[in-house]
């Protein structure tokens, strides 16, 4: 194997990782389950919303978001945050299985 054959295998092999990592781009908010269920303060769950940490009780208070005490202390499970997104996670994880 030549100079020239060795580098055209390594640019394929380089195609074919970035394609497969592309797909995954599309899966990467929410790759697997166990990353689901991080638990979140009240401010990161605030802040991966986009909201204010009033505004993320409100929902809370309204049960659209449930909490979780976990220690004495309020945490929030990622997955709540994600579903009240409308993202469907069963959906996302159909796709990883075409990698």
Same mark, same amino acid.
Request: glycine share 6%; hydrophobic share 35%; aromatic share 6%.
């Given at each position: 194997?030549?100079?020239?054959?060795?580098?055209?295998?390594?640019?394929?092999?380089?195609? *074919?990782l970035q394609e497969k990592?592309?797909?995954?781009?599309?899966?990467?908010?929410?790759?697997?389950?166990?990353?689901?269920?991080?638990?979140?303060?009240?401010? *990161? =769950? =605030? =802040?991966?919303?986009?909201?204010?940490?009033?505004?993320?009780?409100?929902?809370?208070?309204?049960?659209?978001?449930?909490?979780? *005490? *976990?220690?004495?202390?309020?945490?929030i499970r990622k997955s709540?945050?994600?579903?009240?997104?409308?993202?469907?996670?069963?959906?996302?994880?159909?796709?990883?299985?075409?990698?």
């Amino acid at each position: 194997m030549n100079f020239t054959e060795l580098i055209g295998d390594i640019q394929r092999s380089i195609d *074919e990782l970035q394609e497969k990592l592309n797909i995954l781009r599309l899966c990467d908010r929410t790759p697997d389950l166990s990353n689901y269920d991080i638990f979140m303060t009240r401010k *990161e =769950a =605030a =802040a991966f919303l986009g909201k204010s940490v009033r505004q993320l009780d409100r929902l809370c208070e309204k049960n659209v978001i449930r909490r979780v *005490e *976990e220690g004495g202390v309020i945490r929030i499970r990622k997955s709540e945050l994600i579903r009240y997104q409308g993202i469907d996670i069963d959906c996302r994880m159909e796709r990883l299985g075409q990698i």
